[in-house]
């Protein structure tokens, strides 16, 4: 699916950052199987786009290595269904009836959510249920990908987030959001691992069966 409105090329490349958050010209070869020239032709044009930007390391005697990545504006590309119209009405809610009780409403609305998805999800099995789950966020802007480590274990990573923009100033969302995964699947315990706001390229879940 081409979320970026790039060609193809392009549009792999950008994803391939979205999910790894940094590489080589020569990782980034590897793995689209393209030449290096080719690769360098791209990335120089996406950074002249400033959609991507890079760092660049010494190692040993050689010429310096370019790590690239997406930067914030390459990063905006990607699906965000809230964007900045509801952060500025979260912000005059707060003027208007105070911060405590904006975080109440919000509380409110992932209780809601909630609701929704375990309709959603059914009685399944636990695979089941995790792999609707996966499908669900896809559908609402979120690149979520499940890896199954055994019968009882699961990885639900996310690589682009749909609220980023609200989580960036409200972070308190992120955490009812991981109390909502707790609530819809009751039969598990549902912990972080990793989090995009704080600075990592993706929002990491273990979900383990009890």
Request: glycine share 8%; charged share 25%.
């Amino acid at each position: 699916m081409n979320t970026t409105g790039f060609p193809s090329t392009k549009q792999n490349i950008l994803q391939y950052f979205l999910k790894k958050g940094q590489g080589t010209a020569t990782q980034l070869a590897k793995a689209l199987e393209l030449s290096s020239q080719a690769i360098r032709r791209h990335l120089s044009e996406l950074e002249g786009e400033g959609l991507i930007e890079y760092e660049s390391v010494q190692k040993g005697m050689g010429r310096p290595q370019h790590i690239y990545r997406l930067s914030q504006q390459g990063r905006s590309l990607f699906p965000n269904r809230y964007g900045e119209f509801t952060v500025s009405f979260l912000d005059t809610l707060v003027e208007t009836v105070g911060e405590d009780r904006v975080i109440k409403l919000l509380e409110k609305q992932w209780q809601r959510k909630a609701q929704e998805y375990r309709d959603r999800l059914g009685n399944g099995t636990l695979l089941e249920r995790i792999s609707k789950l996966v499908q669900i966020r896809q559908e609402e802007g979120y690149m979520a990908e499940l890896y199954q480590q055994n019968q009882q274990n699961f990885i639900l990573t996310e690589y682009n987030c749909a609220i980023s923009q609200v989580a960036e100033s409200y972070p308190s969302v992120c955490g009812q959001e991981l109390e909502m995964f707790s609530a819809i699947l009751p039969d598990c315990t549902v912990e972080r691992t990793h989090w995009l706001n704080n600075g990592e390229h993706r929002c990491g879940y273990l979900i383990q069966a009890k």
